[in-house]
């Protein structure tokens, strides 16, 4: 996270923070609901979760560096657009489990296919920068609650727990030491993260907190229910706070680290 003057609007920060968390709530009763009758959605539990998402985040986060010290401008753009399309294809499945499990005749799933074609397409467009910032900031926000929603609620426990885990302690590794501004360049820095980062009221926020945020919610409505997911959501939105507090101060912030490390404890303790 980072700040953005003047400094107001915290409140409407947090406000837009929590409706694409709430909206995780709805998606992720979707998916729990396809688990529940027998529709897969992810990848099976097996005991190397932990070690798989270890390994999982370490491939990520080296190949981002080495593409953001290569053609830093150029991977950005493609790692937004294949967020965005990861996104898509994770809300047409939503949409599919919720013909399937709502007993909807399978076929009316072509009606969604002209809404399909159309996301891909603002996808595309974001990429060239032909789509307006307002649908950017949209697509990007849909993208992030929707695929979210099905790692969260879908994929193995102990694999999201350390994923969401691994990922908080490196951005906040990343952005305490400075290492992106340092790779790639002051120029550089500032057109990836204009790429990477959604601008809000007070502060402009990565788009990868928000898909962290949405996984946790998810995955807290998958161990604990309802209740536990909005318990999720309030203590993800005062680690927010906090952090634009922090940021206020220090011109920046990793977005993840207090966020999700409180948004954890509920999970942590109901294992």
Request: net charge neutral; glycine share 10%; hydrophobic share 55%.
């Amino acid at each position: 996270m980072g700040e953005k003057p003047p400094l107001r609007g915290v409140l409407l920060d947090l406000t837009f923070l929590a409706i694409p968390l709430a909206a995780t709530v709805l998606a992720g009763f979707v998916f729990l609901s396809g688990k529940d009758a027998g529709f897969s959605t992810g990848p099976t539990t097996s005991t190397n979760d932990a070690l798989t998402a270890v390994l999982v985040s370490g491939i990520i986060i080296s190949g981002a560096l080495y593409g953001l010290k290569r053609h830093p401008k150029q991977f950005a753009g493609l790692l937004v657009l294949g967020y965005s399309l990861m996104g898509v294809i994770s809300g047409l499945i939503l949409l599919h489990v919720l013909f399937e499990t709502s007993g909807l005749f399978p076929a009316l799933f072509l009606l969604v296919v002209p809404a399909g074609y159309l996301a891909v397409r603002w996808c595309f467009l974001a990429y060239l920068g032909s789509l307006s910032p307002r649908k950017t900031k949209g697509l990007l926000l849909t993208s992030s609650t929707c695929l979210g929603a099905l790692i969260g609620a879908s994929f193995p426990v102990f694999f999201t727990i350390t994923l969401l885990a691994g990922l908080a302690l490196m951005d906040f590794i990343i952005v305490e030491t400075d290492v992106l501004r340092k790779l790639m360049g002051v120029a550089n820095y500032s057109d990836v993260t204009t790429l990477t980062t959604l601008p809000l009221e007070s502060s402009f926020v990565g788009i990868g907190d928000f898909l962290a945020y949405s996984m946790l919610v998810a995955l807290s409505l998958q161990i604990i229910g309802f209740y536990g997911a909005v318990e999720t959501i309030v203590l993800i939105l005062v680690g927010a706070l906090v952090t634009f507090l922090i940021a206020r101060l220090r011109s920046q912030a990793a977005g993840l680290l207090i966020p999700v490390s409180l948004g954890l404890i509920p999970v942590i303790l109901s294992i």
